[in-house]
């Protein structure tokens, strides 16, 4: 069996990077100064956390029951995605466990009791971890007892980790050090409303180093690790919390593949941003991620046999999409869709096989509205102001290695619009016909600039749906397949 003090200890860690905002003013991180704090600080943090993004699915929320209906007219699983309202009576609050305590009683005590205690104080504002503390105990011995595990706990200790506290006028920050050369791989910073960690892929690597030789493990490392990826959350005020993900600087990570290089690399900026705002039970989720390139083998596995050898490069210029979800929503709305500012590629030792553009004449970014259809129909999609994918195919590279492509693929630049006045498409099923895509309003149009050169348009009321003979040759073998007719 395994004691409360064994399960609340993990609870504990994760409660560190809210407990430590505890700190004000010019006080030194000693034991006495940590501990005094730690009882209602951590609470307020929990549960406030709790509130900001629980309420949002509570059972009673309409913005959970638009969210489920908007999701269902897409047949996407919402009960398996965890989406739709929850079946829980419970309201947010304090959480209570299973033995009457609440996590953010776990995390205090746990914190108190094993962290910032004064038999692990060294001076300096260091702390000792020890490896009783962390270490889970052995299964029991049939008599109810349990044992301690000695082996993790030495090698706990061997590894020496510790936690180094500065505190100012009005934030603290943690910084974890690992060996007895002490490389910094996580800082925890803190002031009265917000906290982030910091992972420093450098030190990191020092690290890891270190723990590879004490626990004995042949570990693979990258030649090159930098960068400093940051998670963080803020009180925004009651009920309100933004977690995000910045990258404070840029992440280059260079290494092997058996032989053969790799790397990667991202700009810095923040990635992901989610705000809970409970009383008005309203989620906001932004992603933006910079510019983003891999570098690597290909075939990456030496036992592989493929005939298609060289150095894969993808070149991402940016990802970004956002939306709100709120109580009385009917529209899944979501803005700044796009791929960067640039044209995001994919090369074969330098030569392109694929390039991507978004929205090239229109800033690169368009907005989407998802709006479920009356009786659970069929949504239709709505795009501001226009949607613009440019595909080129450039396959060159793969008929030089011997590949068989088709020859309309070798040089291909394929066009997907939707534009004119409000665009809006529909996907409807019939049972006793093929699908097909109803142009509501605005423009559809799908165009190759291939050799084939050909081209479709469907207007308002008119639908695009297969066709159902064969490719004719010399056709476009997509377009071929395609006709535009009258909507019944």
């Known amino acids: 069996m395994t004691t409360i003090a064994a399960r609340t200890k993990w609870v504990g860690l994760a409660g560190l990077s809210l407990a430590i905002m505890a700190c004000t003013g010019q006080e030194a991180a000693d034991p006495d100064t940590m501990q ?5 600080k951590v609470p307020r943090i929990v549960n406030g956390v709790e509130h900001a993004f629980l309420r949002f699915n509570e059972e009673d929320s309409q913005a959970a029951r638009d969210l489920n209906h908007a999701l269902r007219s897409l047949n996407l699983p919402v009960d398996r995605l965890g989406m739709g309202p929850s079946d829980s009576a419970g309201k947010p609050g304090r959480t209570l466990r299973s033995h009457g305590t609440t996590a953010a009683d776990e995390a205090t005590d746990f914190l108190t009791e094993h962290v910032f205690s004064k038999e692990n104080y060294e001076g300096d504002g260091v702390y000792r971890l020890r490896g009783e503390d962390f270490c889970e105990n052995t299964s029991d011995d049939g008599h109810g007892m349990e044992d301690p595990d000695t082996a993790c706990i030495e090698k706990f200790n061997e590894a020496e980790f510790r936690i180094r506290a500065v505190v100012s006028d009005a934030s603290i920050e943690l910084t974890l050090l690992v060996g007895p050369g002490r490389a910094e791989p996580l ?5 009265a409303d917000s906290v982030s960690i910091a992972l420093d892929l450098a030190e990191a690597k020092k690290a890891l180093e270190h723990l590879s030789k004490v626990f004995e493990e ?7 690790m930098e960068g400093v990826i940051a998670f963080s959350l803020t009180l925004n005020g009651e009920e309100d919390a933004t977690a995000s993900i910045t990258i404070r600087k840029a992440v280059r990570i260079e290494g092997n593949i058996g ?12 990635i992901l941003k989610i705000r809970g705002q409970g009383k008005e039970r309203r989620l906001s989720v932004d992603v933006n991620v910079g510019p983003t390139t ?17 150095t894969l490069a993808v070149d991402l210029k940016g990802l970004s999409a956002s939306t709100v979800l709120e109580d009385g929503m009917d529209t899944l709305r979501f803005s700044n869709i796009g791929l960067g500012d640039g044209t995001s590629s994919i090369k074969l030792d330098d030569e392109n096989l694929l390039t991507v553009d978004v929205n090239e004449n229109a800033n690169r970014r368009f907005a989407l509205n998802i709006v479920p259809g009356p009786m659970g129909g069929a949504p239709s999609f709505v795009v501001e102001p226009s949607f613009d994918l440019k595909i080129g195919l450039s396959l060159k590279a793969l008929v030089d290695q011997g590949q068989d492509i088709n020859p309309y ?18 996907v409807i099923n019939p049972e006793d016909a093929p699908a097909r895509i109803r142009v509501m309003s605005g423009q559809l149009s799908l165009e190759s600039r291939s050799a084939l050169n050909e081209s479709l348009s ?6 695009l749906v297969e066709r159902n003979e064969d490719a004719v040759q010399g056709k476009h073998p997509i377009l071929s397949h395609l006709n535009v007719i009258s909507c019944e």
Request: include cysteine.
């Open 36 to 40: 005094k704090q730690l009882g209602d």
């Open 187 to 191: 800082t925890l910073e803190a002031d």
């Open 218 to 224: 042949d570990m693979v490392l990258p030649t090159v």
């Open 259 to 270: 032989e053969k290089p790799v790397a990667f690399s991202t700009a810095a900026g923040e």
């Open 294 to 310: 891999l570098r690597m083998p290909w075939p990456n596995d030496e036992e592989d046999s493929s005939p298609i050898t060289g």
């Open 409 to 426: 693929l070798v040089d291909e630049t394929f066009r997907i619009g939707l534009d004119g006045t409000t665009p809006r498409i529909k």
């Open 458 to 463: 469907a207007q308002a009321g008119q639908c």
